[in-house]
């Protein structure tokens, strides 16, 4: 008696293959972009043995939203109640690093999950966030733990947003070294000039065009771009869905207009906080500075620009990836002259998490403004930096 290939050759861990195969496409291209074949296609099987696992997309991607919270619960399930702080955010590190490629997508693409799978997200990312806090209050009280604590695991999670080349145990020392610089910073006072920033204002809707985009990105913003429809946009600025296609071709070209817009502000904004700038480490003060109060100020448009690019079309995304390059590299250059000891990739992998810090710092504010939680952000910043 003979056993079949496919039986004796199946792996016995296929669902986490799958689920691994499909974290990293739906990071790459989104929620909607991604398919079951394509996912299948990855882990080397058909699409009729991936729907034996999963019985259809949302449930797939509802595990894979949870997938890499459930090992940061795990990662700190196994360590003593007394661990350190640094014990507790290596832990933490380590399982982010080992999966990055698969690791971002609970941080943007969750909003398309139902409100329950939601809730117990939200669940399991306390009980991690309360778990830190614990370690690092043993350490002693600071003001503001639970931002310090929130912001530390966004440094953490920058990692899985972006594709510095880097070795797994340098970026390891470098994030974690990050992390407990934010939870030991003390929020910073809005005193002093070096916390103002004056941003170029959106522009003013003097077109059909203009008025258009103006009232697509709370849209896309609230709801996520697939599921807002030309109807909405067009019932937003009263006219027929048809009418939209005189100023646009599609609702894909009133996003990458929405990208282009929020990737010319920042431009703007950092011209304007280097000016008769001369020393380094002022500089990347008024970088974070100005990144804060724009991520503050524009909430909407940054959250659609930074959320929604993946699902652009390749020949649309090609003059952000130039702005956003030209962005970072601004960074990196500073950076690197208040702290020569880095070289190009650590300097990029401190900028990334300074970005990561301000979105999770901002979204456990719930993106309230006002010149203390610009300056405490702000301050965060500057620490996962090392300044």
């Known amino acids: 008696m003979t056993t079949e290939p496919t039986s004796a050759t199946r792996p016995r861990n296929r669902r986490q293959l799958i689920v691994e195969a499909a974290g990293r496409l739906f990071s790459?291209?989104?929620?909607?972009?991604?398919?079951?074949?394509?996912?299948?296609?990855?882990?080397?099987?058909?699409?009729?043995?991936?729907?034996?696992?999963?019985?259809?997309?949302?449930?797939?991607?509802?595990?894979?939203?949870?997938?890499?919270?459930?090992?940061?619960?795990?990662?700190?399930?196994?360590?003593?109640?007394?661990?350190?702080?640094?014990?507790?955010?290596?832990?933490?590190?380590?399982?982010?690093?080992?999966?990055?490629?698969?690791g971002g997508v609970y941080r943007w693409e969750a909003r398309y999950l139902d409100r329950e799978d939601r809730r117990?997200?939200?669940?399991?990312?306390?009980?991690?966030?309360?778990?830190?806090?614990?370690?690092?209050?043993?350490?002693?009280?600071?003001p503001d733990e639970r931002l310090r604590v929130v912001a530390a695991l966004g440094a953490i999670g920058s990692i899985t947003m972006h594709h510095t080349s880097i070795a797994q145990r340098r970026v390891e020392e470098l994030l974690l070294a990050c992390a407990l610089r934010v939870v030991a910073t003390a929020p910073a006072p809005a005193t002093g000039s070096?916390?103002?920033?004056?941003?170029?204002?959106?522009?003013?809707?003097?077109?059909?065009?203009?008025?258009?985009?103006?009232?697509?990105?709370?849209?896309?913003?609230?709801?996520?771009?697939?599921?807002?429809?030309?109807?909405?946009?067009?019932?937003?600025?009263?006219?027929?869905?048809?009418?939209?296609?005189r100023h646009y071709p599609?609702?894909?070209?009133?996003?990458?207009?929405?990208?282009?817009?929020?990737?010319?502000?920042?431009?703007?904004?950092?011209?304007?906080?280097?000016?008769?700038?001369?020393?380094?480490?002022?500089?990347?003060?008024?970088?974070?500075?100005?990144?804060?109060?724009?991520?503050?100020?524009?909430?909407?448009?940054?959250?659609?620009?930074?959320?929604?690019?993946?699902?652009?079309?390749?020949?649309?995304?090609?003059?952000l990836v130039q702005a956003q390059r030209e962005h970072i590299a601004v960074w990196e250059q500073q950076l690197r002259l208040a702290r020569p000891e880095l070289d190009p990739r650590q300097a990029r992998v401190l900028v990334h998490a300074g970005f990561g810090v301000v979105v999770e710092a901002g979204r456990s504010l719930r993106w309230q403004d006002g010149p203390d939680r610009r300056a405490a952000v702000t301050g965060l910043v500057v620490g996962a930096l090392g300044l």
Do not use: W
């Open 28 to 102: 790459e291209r989104g929620y909607h972009a991604a398919s079951m074949e394509e996912i299948a296609a990855r882990v080397g099987i058909t699409a009729a043995a991936l729907y034996r696992h999963f019985p259809n997309k949302y449930a797939l991607f509802a595990e894979c939203a949870h997938a890499m919270v459930d090992r940061l619960v795990g990662a700190l399930d196994e360590l003593p109640p007394e661990a350190a702080p640094a014990d507790v955010l290596a832990a933490l590190v380590r399982v982010t690093v080992e999966h990055r490629a698969s």
């Open 120 to 142: 117990l997200l939200r669940a399991k990312f306390g009980h991690v966030v309360g778990r830190v806090a614990e370690a690092v209050r043993r350490e002693g009280p600071l």
């Open 194 to 245: 070096k916390h103002s920033v004056e941003l170029p204002a959106l522009p003013v809707a003097r077109s059909r065009r203009a008025e258009i985009l103006a009232a697509a990105v709370p849209l896309f913003a609230r709801d996520g771009f697939a599921n807002v429809t030309n109807g909405q946009i067009a019932e937003a600025v009263g006219l027929a869905p048809s009418a939209l296609y």
């Open 250 to 319: 599609g609702k894909v070209d009133i996003l990458a207009a929405a990208c282009l817009q929020a990737a010319g502000l920042l431009a703007q904004a950092v011209d304007r906080s280097l000016h008769e700038v001369a020393d380094p480490r002022d500089a990347v003060v008024a970088l974070a500075a100005t990144y804060v109060a724009y991520s503050f100020e524009h909430t909407a448009l940054t959250s659609v620009a930074e959320a929604e690019f993946v699902g652009l079309p390749a020949e649309l995304q090609r003059p």
